[in-house]
Structures are given as C-alpha cells and as structure tokens.
C-alpha cells in the first residue's frame, strides 16, 4: 500500500511505462529494428510505423554511455529515472 502512495515508487514507474505504451501504438505494432546489435552495454532498438518512430535506449550496465558518438540525428528523451540523460 505504501509503494503505490509515493510517486516515485517502482510501482508507480511501471504504471507509467504501461500507460505510456498503451498511448503509443508504435511500441506494440511497430517494426523492430535492433540498432546496435554489438554494444555490450546499450540495447538500442527503433520501433517504426508508417507515420512514426520510437527510438528505445536501455543501458543495461552502472556506467555513464556517451549518446553523442552513437546517435546521429536529433533526439526527444524520455529518462528512465530522475537522473536526465548524458548527451
């Protein structure tokens, strides 16, 4: 009871990301690419439809990544945590 009373909870945070998938059909129903099939420490993949595309960042290791040398095109970030993302 008291996770789901305190915003910040892991509770609350998947609620989001539910909500946020259940909002964005692309992430359902659109095509998978995985981008940088190689990183040992970012699952990178796009999810496209015809009028959009999802691109989908996970750093799955305790360190800091450098987007800048990976990403070449403009980015709008949704951070995974409180922390804003490292460009």
């Not at 539910?18 to 998978?32: D, S």
């Not at 595309?53 to 095109?73: D, G, Y």
């Amino acid at each position: 009871q008291a996770d789901s009373a305190h915003p910040d909870s892991i509770l609350n945070y998947y609620k989001k990301l539910i909500r946020f998938r259940k909002e964005n059909p692309v992430l359902v129903y659109g095509t998978f690419e995985d981008i940088l099939p190689d990183h040992e420490k970012l699952y990178a993949y796009t999810r496209t439809t015809e009028n959009e595309q999802f691109l989908i960042l996970n750093n799955v290791s305790n360190e800091k990544i450098e987007l800048k040398q990976l990403i070449k095109h403009p980015l709008s970030i949704l951070p995974s945590s409180g922390d804003q993302p490292h460009l």
